[in-house]
């Protein structure tokens, strides 16, 4: 299958995936995709001589969908590998949810540390600026005079 094959359906197993269709789809390079793939966020079936075309399934598409959202909410690429992993099994989504859960906590706690770091940097920068046009104003004032 070359990379700019269309999406074919196949009888044994649904509909399948070029590397350069879930790149563009999901805008993404084909490095990024690979990447996760290293990562084992990804496993696409190989096919073509000695394997070396990639074909992803609409798991693997769904899996990359789960990796983008969970790096869009700044989870590490581990947390996301760990949680689509327990999506694998669906027949008790209850120790998923928590752990899911838990994760988001924790993340959500970092971020308004974070923020709360932001904070306290934004009003030393404040302080500065008015002490900065403070001395400036004494000065200019001095030349007039």
Do not use: W
Not at 11 to 31: H, M, W
Not at 42 to 67: C, E, I
Not at 106 to 126: G, K
């Amino acid at each position: 299958m070359s990379s700019s094959a269309v999406t074919q359906a196949s009888p044994l197993n649904g509909v399948t995936y070029t590397i350069s269709q879930l790149a563009k789809e999901f805008d993404l390079t084909t490095r990024a995709i690979r990447f996760y793939e290293d990562c084992g966020l990804l496993s696409p079936q190989r096919s073509g001589p000695n394997g070396r075309n990639r074909v992803y399934t609409a798991r693997d598409r769904t899996r990359l969908k789960l990796t983008l959202r969970g790096k869009r909410l700044g989870l590490s690429l581990a947390e996301i590998k760990e949680l689509v992993d327990m999506y694998e099994s669906p027949r008790d989504t209850v120790p998923q949810l928590k752990k899911f859960l838990v994760v988001l906590a924790a993340h959500r706690e970092q971020l308004e540390q974070q923020l709360a770091d932001l904070q306290v940097t934004l009003e030393e920068v404040r302080t500065h600026e008015r002490e900065a046009r403070r001395l400036l104003g004494e000065i200019e004032k001095k030349k007039k005079a």
